[in-house]
Nanobody, 126 residues
Framework: QVQLVESGGGLVQPGGSLRLSCAAS????????IGWFRQVPGKEREGVSC????????YYADSVKGRFTISRDNAKNTVYLQMNSLKPEDTAVYYC???????????????????WGQGTQVTVSS
């Protein structure tokens, strides 16, 4: 069973940057697809960015392409989401999630990621 803990959220002005971290324990993330998702009150959780197992590929939502970058540090068992040029509409609770290690391919949708962290709040406001 993998446990995930997000960190790095906070309050930032429009145009600013944040780096979110997703640290894992109990299992290695190396052979799992990992996703970053976000949710605002009253809306469904949406996929922001996902990285395939073995780093075979990445996905970005159209709304964050060119601004966000997902990466993995296997030595630290941590996945990151670098967020640049932040906009007020990026305000949300951000969650990381892990797919089971036996998953070959997983679309970046919450239903494919059964293990979740507790979330970290990102607020973009002047």
């Amino acid at each position: 069973q993998v446990q995930l803990v997000e960190s790095g959220g906070g309050l930032v002005q429009p145009g600013g940057s944040l780096r979110l971290s997703c640290a894992a324990s109990g299992s290695t993330l190396n052979y799992r697809a990992i996703g970053w998702f976000r949710q605002v009150p009253g809306k469904e959780r949406e996929g922001v960015s996902c990285i395939a197992k073995n780093d075979d590929g990445t996905y970005y939502a159209d709304s964050v392409k060119g601004r966000f970058t997902i990466s993995r540090d296997n030595a630290k068992n941590t996945v990151y989401l670098q967020m640049n040029s932040l906009k007020p509409e990026d305000t949300a609770v951000y969650y990381c999630a892990a797919a089971p290690p036996w998953t070959v391919q997983a679309t970046c949708a919450p239903r494919n990621f059964p293990s979740w962290g507790q979330g970290t709040q990102v607020t973009v406001s002047s």
